[in-house]
């Protein structure tokens, strides 16, 4: 079985994606404390498919990416 079993996701590339867009802006511990994670390892997690995305976290997440809630949620 793999470790990262979502890499190859939607949700985790849209987030690395974004992630690298708003590099200038925000950190990535900016993104992860905006989505209410207690710390950056989590989005990286994500971004690299060993964790989902909760559902209950696409809008504070859609919101510290500064993307659509919708197309977060469809994606996740």
């Known amino acids: 079985m793999s470790k990262k079993p979502h890499e190859e996701t939607r ?4 987030i690395e994606r ?9 950190s990535q511990l900016q993104i992860a404390g905006e989505a209410g994670f207690p710390n ?12 989902k995305l ?6 504070s ?8 809630q919708a197309y977060l949620m469809g994606l996740a």
């Open 61 to 68: 997440m859609a919101r510290s990416l500064e993307c659509d």
């Open 40 to 51: 950056a390892n989590m989005v990286t997690m994500i971004k690299n498919g060993s964790s």
């Open 18 to 26: 974004r992630v690298l867009e708003l590099k200038a802006r925000k």
């Open 11 to 14: 949700l985790a590339k849209y």
């Open 54 to 59: 909760a559902l209950d976290r696409v809008p």
